[in-house]
């Protein structure tokens, strides 16, 4: 199965990139992804933004309910993983269809005689439809590894005399960074090579890598030039998760 599904895709990557659209070897299709380094520049930056601010808040929504009792603990997992029982293009339409100038939102603020809130189209949308999609894959990891810290440590740290934040930076985080660490891989992952969000909630301006490679293999334009992108996202991915991993101590 391993062979099948992933080393035999990533084998026909590897062959479309150095080759061309007749089927003869070249580097061709490695000397134009140059043309392409603003976009992953700003993919990487849109995934950056998103992994931090996923972690900002799943950090204390993670600590907040491993402090709970077993039966709300449950109620809270089921509340954060109830929209993933969905399609995520599903989750993110219905984001685009609550944000819109016609949405939920804006509607209510005409009502109230406010100004409607540009989201839909910008920037800003793309980042917030990245966070409401992958944050779960950053509370799940952090709540487990909270779940299974000795509470003594915390409340030996107050006993040697150590405050609130001083027991959080020197106790807590520390205790729990390999499930930080897998959340920041499990979030930035899926975020650098995200399209749809991107094209739902982002404007005609918004072009991420992710959004070129569905094009070219899509609309047919450049399968070969495609798959040297993906062959490139590919890498980038390896070197993040090793690196994270090295980070978390893993062999």
Known sequence: WTVMFIVAPMLFVLYFAFTDAEGRFSFSNIGDLGQYTNVFILSIAFALIATVV???IGYPLAYFMSRQSPKAQ???????ML???CNLLIRTYALMALLDNGGLLNSLLKD????????VGSYFGVILGMVYDFLPYMVLPIFTVMTKLDKRYIEASHDLGCNGFQTLTRV????????????????????????YISQKMGGADTVLIGD????????????NLGAALSLLLMLLVFVCTGIMNRLSGAD
């Not at 449950?74 to 954060?80: A, G, P, S, W, Y």
């Not at 109230?112 to 989201?119: D, H, N, Q, R, S």
């Not at 985080?173 to 399209?195: C, K, R, Y």
């Not at 070129?212 to 399968?223: D, L, S």
Request: charged share 10%.
């Open 172 to 195: 807590i985080i520390p205790l729990t960074t390999s499930g930080v660490i897998s959340g920041v891989t499990m979030v930035f992952v899926p975020a650098v090579s995200t399209f």
């Open 54 to 56: 996923c972690l900002l």
């Open 74 to 80: 449950k109620i809270l997992m089921v509340l954060i």
């Open 212 to 223: 070129v490679i569905e094009r070219m293999f899509k609309q047919g334009n450049n399968a």
């Open 83 to 85: 929209p993933m029982w």
């Open 112 to 119: 109230l005689g406010l100004e409607p809130l540009p989201i």
